[in-house]
C-alpha cells in the first residue's frame, strides 16, 4: 500500500460516508441519537480528539480518565437512584454493560455448576449473547398479547440454578417497560441478582417523569435490583460508544473485574472486557453531559415527547396501522387487518421518501412490527413524516404483499444462490434499493435459519479489498 496526501484521504474519506444512511436530521428511526443541539458535535468531537490517544488500561498513568469515569458513574447514579453506596463501570455500549452484568452474577455464584439466566423473550438480544459467551443457559419468559410479562411467570422460571434474572426499561422492540418491582421482589426472595437493562431510554425515563408522564419505579431505587445499565450514547447524546453498568455496592460489582498476575509481564487488572481503551469516548460522553446538564435533557425529553405524540396520532390516523402502546421514546405499529398493509413494502416505500425505520420480525405469536426511535430532532418533522406515511400506506397497499420468487426455499442451504435470487452481491456491494422481499424471506424462516441466513450473509460481505 502506498502513502497518500491526507486531503486525498479525508476526499475518499466523504466519498465514503455518501452511500451512509443520515446521522443527523430526524430522518433516521433506529442507530443514531440526534438531539439537534447547536454546537455539541463540534464539542464532542474536540473533547474526543483531546483524549484520543489517552490509555484506560492504567488509571494511575492517566488519571484525568480516572476523573470522568468516575463523574460519568456518578451522574449516572444520581439519574437512576442511586445511593451512597452504588458504584460502576463505563463500557464501550450496552453489550458490553450487559455481559459484565451477566458475568458479575455468574461469578458471583461459583457454588452453581451450571448457572441459568431467566429473562422475559422481549429482552435484548444482547443478554441472549452474553449467555452464549459466558455459557450461562437462558430460560426465557414469554409475554402475554398485550407483549408484557407476567412476574408470576418470571417468578416460576426461577430455579436453584439462577444467578440472575433480567428485565427492561424499556424492552427496545416495543418500548414497554417490565414490571420491574414485582420481578424484583421476586429475585430477592429467591435470593438472586436482579438486572435491569435501561440501556436503551434509562436516560429519559427519569426526565419524562419529572415531565409528569406515568413512568413506574425500574431503577436502583426499588428494592431488589441489583445493577442497572444505561448507554450514553443513546439519549444522553454522547458519541459512540458509551455506556454505564451500575451496582447497588461494591460486593456485587467485584465478581466483574479480572485480574492476572501469574506471568513475567506486568499484573493486568480489568474491570470492564477491554484492556486497552482509547479515551476519547469517555471523554466526549463527559463533555456532553457537562454541557447539556439535568435542564438540558429535561428539555430534549419535552421536545421528543412532542415528536412522540405527534408520530404515534399520525399511526393512528392511518388505516390499516395498529399503535402499540407508547411508553417512552419508542412508537411501534402492526398491520391492522382487515384493511391491513404490507410492512415490508411500506418499509421501503417510507425509504422511497427519505425515512429510515426498523423493520421488526414474526416471533411466534408476536406479529411483525415497524419500530421507530424518537429522538429530539424528529420533532419538526413531524408533520411531513405524517404526510409521507400516508402516502405511503397508500402506495404500498396499491403495491400488494410481496411474492417470493419461486424455489427460494429450496436455496436455503446456500446464501450465495438466495443473494444472487434476490439480486445481492458479495463484497461491499450495495444493497438492493428495496429490501421488501429480504425482509419477507426472513420473516418466513424460523428464527434459527433466520441466523443462520443473515450469519452466511454478514460473511458474505465481509470481505477483503484490494487497496492501492
Not at 406515568?214 to 458509551?242: E, M, N, Q
Request: with cysteine; glycine share 8%.
Amino acid at each position: 500500500m502506498k502513502g497518500i496526501p491526507a486531503q486525498q484521504v479525508l476526499a475518499e474519506l466523504a466519498e465514503l460516508r455518501k452511500g451512509d444512511l443520515p446521522t443527523h436530521g430526524g430522518r433516521l428511526f433506529a442507530y443514531v441519537y440526534d438531539p439537534a443541539v447547536p454546537g455539541l458535535d463540534e464539542l464532542a468531537s474536540a473533547a474526543y480528539a483531546s483524549s484520543a490517544h489517552v490509555n484506560g488500561l492504567d488509571p494511575t498513568a492517566f488519571p484525568s480518565l480516572l476523573r470522568m469515569e468516575n463523574d460519568l458513574v456518578g451522574m449516572a447514579a444520581a439519574v437512576l437512584g442511586g445511593g451512597p453506596q452504588t458504584v460502576g463501570s463505563v463500557t464501550s455500549g450496552g453489550t458490553e454493560s450487559l455481559i459484565l452484568a451477566v458475568k458479575a452474577a455468574r461469578d458471583g455464584a461459583p457454588h452453581i455448576a451450571e448457572p441459568r439466566l431467566v429473562m422475559p423473550v422481549t429482552a435484548h438480544a444482547a443478554l441472549a449473547k452474553a449467555a452464549a459467551y459466558l455459557r450461562v443457559a437462558l430460560d426465557v419468559v414469554p409475554v402475554g398479547a398485550d407483549l408484557r410479562v407476567d412476574p408470576a411467570d418470571v417468578a416460576a422460571a426461577i430455579g436453584p440454578s439462577t444467578v440472575l434474572v433480567a428485565c427492561s426499561a424499556p424492552s427496545y422492540a416495543h418500548g414497554l417497560i417490565d414490571p420491574v418491582e414485582p420481578i424484583a421482589a421476586a429475585a430477592a426472595a429467591a435470593g438472586v441478582r436482579c438486572h435491569v437493562d435501561a440501556c436503551f431510554g434509562g436516560w429519559t425515563l427519569p426526565f419524562l417523569r419529572r415531565l409528569g408522564e406515568p413512568v413506574p419505579a425500574f431503577d436502583l431505587s426499588v428494592p431488589g435490583v441489583t445493577s442497572i445499565s444505561v448507554d450514553l450514547h443513546k439519549y444522553a447524546y454522547a458519541p459512540k460508544g458509551v455506556s454505564v453498568l451500575l451496582h447497588r455496592d461494591e460486593a456485587l460489582r467485584l465478581p466483574q473485574y479480572f485480574g492476572y498476575a501469574d506471568w513475567p509481564g506486568y499484573t493486568m487488572v480489568n474491570p470492564v472486557i477491554s484492556s486497552t481503551r482509547s479515551g476519547g469516548p469517555i471523554a466526549a460522553a463527559w463533555a456532553t453531559l457537562r454541557h447539556l446538564g439535568n435542564d438540558g435533557y429535561l428539555a430534549l425529553a419535552d421536545t421528543t415527547r412532542t415528536a412522540v405524540r405527534g408520530l404515534a396520532a399520525a399511526v393512528s390516523a392511518v388505516d390499516g396501522l395498529r399503535l402499540l402502546p407508547v411508553e417512552s421514546t419508542v412508537v411501534a405499529f402492526q398491520s391492522a387487518p382487515p384493511d391491513g398493509v404490507d410492512l415490508f413494502v411500506l418499509a421501503d416505500e417510507l425509504a422511497a421518501r427519505g425515512w429510515h425505520t426498523q423493520p421488526q420480525f414474526q416471533h411466534g405469536d408476536i406479529a411483525p412490527s415497524v419500530h421507530l426511535t424518537v429522538t429530539a430532532a424528529v420533532a419538526p418533522r413531524v408533520e411531513e413524516f405524517a404526510a409521507d406515511l400516508a402516502a405511503s400506506v397508500a402506495a404500498a397497499r396499491a403495491l400488494g404483499p410481496v411474492e417470493l420468487p419461486d424455489g427460494i426455499f429450496e436455496l436455503l442451504g446456500s446464501v450465495e444462490s438466495v443473494a444472487a435470487a434476490l439480486g445481492v452481491g458479495a463484497g461491499d456491494a450495495v444493497l438492493p434499493e428495496r429490501m421488501a422481499v429480504i425482509n419477507t424471506l426472513l420473516n418466513a424462516a424460523p428464527p434459527a435459519v433466520r441466523e443462520q441466513l443473515l450469519v452466511a450473509f454478514l460473511s458474505l460481505l465481509q470481505r477483503p479489498t484490494g487497496v492501492g
